[in-house]
């Protein structure tokens, strides 16, 4: 299973000082959080996609990028890009060029977010958000995968023998986890493509996690994809480690009141029905084990350590907990009682000889040649 940590970037006051981070020292502790991630031997780093405060992350590329040139190893991902009101012409060149970039290390969650006002900021309507999350979906993959695309839809404007560039590193596009809570209709999107599905289901009860799970299970199987347990399924997370029971919950309690999602919650009846999960290592770690008891096995675990306004030095000191005590233990209960017939999450072919040591595949360069008109990309009739 990968392991790793999420962002959503929202630059929250501490609780302890009264005062937020800054916009530049929130960007650059993000950074730094990715590259203690690797160090401390997880899997993946994620960031948010927000267009509105008081969030951070609104360039994901542009910190995926950065972060890629300062790790190894680590894949890069999303939690979530915007499928719904980014242009995924965009899309597929910018994400084929960290691909470029960071040597393949790259995979995308996909989502339509859930701060309404963004829509209109983009010039699409809310009221659509399922309708352009296919559409753009549908597009963007076609764009990874063929040249010359002649395409029209409903919500840009129609594409004629268009060519994106670069093209997906040695012809293989970044993996797509589809991300939704609530909606149905995107894990069956999901599933319909054989693509990942994730459901960051931080504030859910394990019930409603399971029916979803559940249903892109059955529809993976239906579409041809394979047995419903070898579907590619992804769950979120959120964890507070300390010594002591106690110790962890007095200290997060200032964190999770001043959370602006948990306005009005109660922290043990959080901690009861989500996810979140505040204790020693030991009991973060038996808590975890129980989303595979009831979903099966899956592919993703992500955490989330930063939200609601806690400092970066007790972030960092989280991510710790995780690399040397909670998922070495996760990985020794799990790993060995996995199922042969169930799959790892699929990850690009240079990214998974650089983890194995082995030799990677020969580069397999996309050729111009004399086939494309320099001046309109178009290819060259003849």
């Keep these: 299973m990968q392991f790793g940590i999420f962002t959503v970037g929202d ?44 969030f951070a992350p609104s360039s994901p590329p542009t910190l995926l990028a950065n972060i890629a040139a300062r790790t190894d190893k680590l894949l890069l991902t999303t939690a979530t890009t915007l499928i719904t009101t980014n242009d995924p012409v965009r899309l597929a060149e910018e994400y084929a060029y960290l691909q470029h970039l ?40 076609r764009l990874w995968r063929e040249t010359n695309v002649d395409w029209e839809g409903e919500f840009r404007t129609a594409l004629q023998d268009f ?65 419903p347990e070898q579907a590619i399924v992804g769950l979120g997370g959120q964890i507070f480690a300390a010594r002591s029971e106690a110790e962890a919950i007095d200290r997060y309690t200032p964190y999770f009141r001043n959370t602006y999602v948990y306005q009005g919650a109660a922290l043990e009846e959080m901690t009861q029905h989500t996810p979140l999960a505040v204790g020693t290592p030991e009991q973060i770690v038996e808590k975890y084990l129980t989303y595979r008891d009831a979903i099966g096995d899956y592919q993703r675990q992500a955490f989330n350590v930063d939200l609601g ?45 650089l983890l194995e040591g082995t030799e990677p595949p020969a580069e397999e360069p996309f050729s111009m040649s004399n086939e494309f008109d320099p001046l309109t990309g178009r290819k060259v009739r003849v």
Excluded: C
């Design 11 to 54: 630059i929250t006051t501490d609780p302890a000082t009264g005062k937020p981070p800054s916009e530049h020292q929130r960007i650059k502790n993000t950074v730094e959080m990715a590259v203690l991630a690797e160090q401390a031997g997880l899997d993946f780093f994620a960031t948010g996609e927000h267009h509105n405060p008081p």
């Design 102 to 141: 960071s040597d393949g290390r790259v995979d995308l969650m996909m989502g339509r977010g859930n701060t309404g006002p963004v829509y209109p900021w983009f010039g699409k309507d809310i009221r659509k958000g399922i309708s352009l999350a296919v559409e753009n979906y549908d597009l963007l993959r």
């Design 163 to 227: 060519t994106s560039m670069p093209r997906p590193l040695d012809g293989v596009p970044p993996f797509v986890w589809h991300a939704s809570i609530r909606s149905p209709q995107i894990a069956e999107q999901a599933a319909y493509y054989g693509d990942g599905y994730l459901h960051n289901n931080i504030f859910w009860p394990i019930d409603h996690v399971k029916k979803m799970v559940d249903l892109y299970r059955e529809r993976f199987a239906f579409y041809g994809h394979g047995e």
């Design 309 to 353: 306004g806690v400092p970066h030095k007790e972030i960092m000191k989280q991510i710790e907990y995780l690399g040397s005590e909670i998922v070495p233990a996760l990985r020794a209960e799990l790993e060995p009682t996995k199922p042969k017939r169930v799959p790892d999450a699929p990850l690009h072919p240079r990214h998974r000889a």
